[in-house]
């Protein structure tokens, strides 16, 4: 299932976008083993757990989500995507 994915990790508290077209629960499980790239922003952790998925209507939209969710550069903007259901759809809607 295609969509995009926010993963969080309490040791750095921090969270990571991405957008996935494989399954989730194994690209969680790469992230954690830094199978992506040993020098990779999420090999710094082992602890990343998802915090939010948005399905996508394709991988495109997956992408897109992802971009648009990366420019916001804000942590709080992540955390009120979960809180608010009106933002979540605008997000959606708008990509």
Not at 49 to 63: K, Q
């Amino acid at each position: 299932m295609c969509g995009c994915y926010v993963i969080f990790s309490k040791k750095l508290n921090r969270f990571y976008v991405g957008a996935t077209q494989d399954d989730l629960s194994t690209r969680i499980e790469h992230h954690n083993q830094a199978m992506y790239d040993k020098n990779r922003f999420t090999a710094l952790a082992n602890d990343w757990e998802l915090f939010l998925f948005i399905p996508a209507n394709g991988y495109p939209h997956a992408i897109r989500m992802e971009r648009k969710i990366k420019a916001m550069k804000s942590s709080v903007y992540i955390r009120n995507l979960c809180k608010y259901p009106e933002l979540l759809q605008k997000l959606v809607s708008s990509t």
